[in-house]
């Protein structure tokens, strides 16, 4: 198999567990579906401590001064968030979102800006996304994105069968993600630290947070304009690494 497969792969189930939600969603009752949102958000929040356990692993914690593996999160997000609401990503985004709604979305089918924003993020955004990505680019193999595909499948029919349409416009950005990732692996190796990894990991642990957060109509955070803390992360911690 090439390089790339496991990103082709993962897009590939995105698209056949949103079109099979869609297709059939309109027999799921709107208080199942409701439930179903719902159980999705705690659901995130599994996958949100996942990626959160990084940051009580030996390994990375000695990588890092004592109490830096909190402050490069901490800095990381508050410059993310200076940075993307800067460059106004959320509004990007949602504009990107609403110009593809205007174009396939029908009545009545859930909220597409909400479906193609949190299907998005929940996607791209954890360990297997990254390190997946990466192996599958360093030639390592694909095993990694080809638990994430079927995960990915499987969650994006329930997603679907609420948010519509917009679950499956989740594989542009998806793709990609990854595919940058991918590309980044196959050209630098093994020249990114695990304790770099493990600080983007740990970062994109807080922003699944945020996603069921919203999810569960508990509180609504612009998540968009803090993605550029995922790429700050690891400067953070590489500077901790060497010069503290």
Same mark, same amino acid.
């Given at each position: 198999?090439?390089?790339?497969?496991?990103?082709?792969?993962?897009?590939?189930?995105?698209?056949?567990?949103?079109?099979?939600?869609?297709?059939?969603?309109?027999?799921?009752?709107?208080?199942?579906?409701?439930?179903?949102?719902?159980?999705?958000? %705690?659901?995130?929040?599994?996958?949100?401590?996942?990626?959160?356990? &990084?940051?009580?692993?030996?390994?990375?914690?000695?990588?890092?001064?004592?109490?830096?593996?909190? %402050?490069?999160?901490?800095?990381?997000?508050?410059?993310?968030?200076?940075?993307?609401?800067?460059?106004?990503?959320?509004?990007?985004?949602?504009?990107?979102?609403?110009?593809?709604?205007?174009?396939?979305?029908?009545? *009545?089918?859930?909220?597409?800006?909400?479906?193609?924003?949190?299907?998005?993020?929940?996607?791209?955004? *954890?360990?297997?996304?990254?390190?997946?990505?990466?192996?599958?680019?360093?030639?390592?193999? $694909? $095993?990694? %994105?080809? %638990?994430?595909?079927?995960?990915?499948?499987?969650?994006?029919?329930?997603?679907?069968?609420?948010?519509?349409?917009? &679950?499956?416009?989740?594989?542009?950005?998806? *793709?990609?993600? $990854?595919?940058?990732?991918?590309?980044?692996?196959?050209?630098?190796?093994?020249?990114?630290?695990?304790?770099?990894?493990?600080?983007?990991?740990?970062?994109?642990?807080?922003?699944?947070?945020?996603?069921?957060?919203?999810?569960?109509?508990?509180?609504?955070?612009?998540?968009?304009?803090?993605?550029?803390?995922?790429?700050?992360?690891?400067?953070?911690?590489?500077?901790?690494?060497?010069?503290?």
């Amino acid at each position: 198999m090439f390089n790339g497969f496991g990103t082709l792969l993962n897009v590939v189930g995105i698209a056949a567990g949103s079109a099979v939600g869609v297709l059939f969603g309109n027999r799921i009752p709107e208080k199942t579906r409701s439930l179903i949102t719902d159980a999705l958000g %705690l659901v995130t929040l599994v996958a949100a401590a996942d990626a959160l356990k &990084v940051v009580w692993d030996k390994a990375y914690a000695g990588a890092l001064p004592k109490g830096w593996t909190l %402050l490069t999160m901490i800095l990381a997000l508050v410059l993310g968030a200076l940075l993307g609401t800067a460059l106004k990503i959320e509004d990007r985004l949602e504009s990107f979102g609403k110009g593809i709604r205007d174009r396939f979305s029908r009545p *009545g089918r859930g909220n597409f800006i909400e479906g193609f924003m949190a299907a998005s993020l929940l996607f791209a955004i *954890g360990p297997l996304a990254i390190l997946g990505s990466i192996s599958d680019g360093m030639g390592n193999g $694909q $095993q990694q %994105l080809i %638990l994430k595909s079927i995960l990915d499948a499987i969650t994006s029919i329930a997603f679907a069968a609420t948010f519509g349409w917009g &679950v499956l416009a989740s594989i542009i950005p998806v *793709g990609i993600y $990854q595919g940058l990732w991918t590309l980044a692996g196959w050209g630098m190796g093994n020249v990114m630290n695990s304790f770099q990894v493990g600080a983007m990991t740990a970062v994109g642990g807080i922003l699944l947070i945020a996603i069921s957060l919203r999810i569960l109509n508990i509180k609504v955070i612009a998540i968009g304009n803090l993605l550029p803390a995922i790429f700050i992360a690891p400067l953070i911690a590489s500077a901790a690494h060497h010069f503290i």
